[in-house]
C-alpha cells in the first residue's frame, strides 16, 4: 500500500475551503434549529393543547424520519409542488434547520423542565403572565441549562451535514468525492477529510466544555 | 379584603380542603396554624390561584378569583412570599425587586429603582442592591423575597411558612420584616410554625386541621383555652 502524500497534501487546502462551507451550513442551521426549537420547545409546554400537538407532531415527524430523506423531500420533492427548482444552498439549511429544530426544541423542553417550578410560581404571583415568565425568568435561565447539549447538537449537525453532499452542495465531504473523481485517491483524500471532520468536532467540544464551565463560576 | 366561600380543593382523589369559609378585613393580620398536611398551605395558595379552587369562591379585594377574572391583574394586589424564598437567581437583587413593576405595571425604570433601594433599607439590605441570590443568606433571600412583594404595593400579601426554610439565627431578622409590615397596617394571611409571632403580631389564630378550620379566635385566647381537642392537642404539641 502507497500513501500519495503529495496528493494529501495538495488537496488539503480544498478540502479545508470545503470544511468552512461546511462550518457555515452548521452554524446557520443550528441558528435557524434554535429559534426554531426555542418556540417549538415551549409550545411542547405551553398551556395551550393545540399548541402542544403542533410541537408534537413536528418533532415526532422530524425525528421519526431520516435525514437525508427529508433532504430528498425539500430539494426534489417540494419543486414539484412549487414547480420551481430549489437552491441547493438553501435546500441544505433548510433541511438541516428543520431537523435540528426538532432536537433543539427537545432540549429546550429539558432544559425549561429542569428549572424550580418555584420559578414560575414566584413570576405567576408578581403578576406577570405565563409568557413574560417565560421570557424574563425561565428562559434566560435554561440556556445556561442547556449549553452543553445544544453543543453535542451542533457536533451532530456538522457531521449529518455531509448528507447534503448528495444533493451536490459542495461541502467538505463533496469536496472530497470531486476530487477523488479527479485523482482516484479515495484512501488519501477520505482519511484526510475524516481528520478534518475529527479536528472541527474536537475543538468545538472543548470550546463547548470551556464556555460550561466559565458560566458555572458566575 | 378576603372573602372565602365554601371552598374545596381536591388533588385527585384526595380532598385537601373541605369547605372553608374566611373573610379577612382589611389592615388585619391573619395566622393559620396546623399540622403538615392540614391543608393550611393550599388555603393559602388558593388566595392568588396558584392552586385553583375545585369549588367555592374566593374574592380578593372585591376581584372574584374563581369567576373568568384577569388572573394576572388580580395577582397584582396580592403579594406572596414563599418557603422557599423563589427570588431569580440570574438577576441581582434590584433587579429581583425591578422586574415585576416594570414589566408589569410599566412603571419607569428610574422610578422603580429608587422603590428598590427605598424597599432594600427598610428590609435592612441596602448594601446588597448588586448582590445576586446565591450569594445571599437565606434570611438575607427572604428579606428580598419580601421587598420584591412589596414592590408591587400589593393591597395583601401572603406567607407561606417564609421561616420554615431558615436557619433559627435567621429567623428572627425575617419576622421583624414581617412585624413592621403588620404595624404599618399591611392585610396579611400568615402560613407559620412560629407560635411567638402569631401571639404577638396576630390579630387572629386560625387552627386549620383536616382540609377545615377547627378553631378561630384572638390568639392569645386560643394560645391560653382552647376550645377544641384537637387544637389542644396540636398545641400541646407545639408550644
Redesign the interface.
Known sequence: MNLNVDLMVNSFPLLVVGAGITIQITAISVGLGLIIGMFVGIARISQVKLLRALAAVYIDFLRGTPLLVQIFLIYFALPVVLGQRVDPFLAAITACGINSGAYIAEIFRAGIQAI?A??M?????????WP?TMR??IV??AF?NIIPPLGNEFIALLKDSSLVSVIGFEELTRRGQLIIARTYGSLEIWICVAIIYLVMTLTISRLVAYLEKRLDTK | MIDIKNLHKSFGEHEVLKGIDLHIDPQEVVVIIGPSGSGKSTLLRCM?L?EEPTSGTVVVDGIDLTAKADI??A??E???V?Q?F?????MTVLHNIM??PV???HVPRAEAEATARALLERVGLSDKADAYPPQLSGGQQQRVAIA??LA?KPKVMLFDEPTSALDPEMVNEVLDVMKGLANDGMTMAVVTHEMGFAREVGDRLLFVDEGRIIEQGVPQEVFENPQEDRTRLFLSKVL
Open positions: 424550580d418555584g420559578q410560581e414566584a413570576g405567576r404571583s408578581l403578576g406577570m403572565t413574560q424574563h425568568i434566560p435561565q445556561k | 392568588n396558584l394576572n391583574k395577582r397584582e396580592i403579594g406572596m414563599f422557599r423563589n427570588l431569580f437567581p440570574h422586574l415585576a414589566k408589569v405595571r420584591r412583594a408591587m
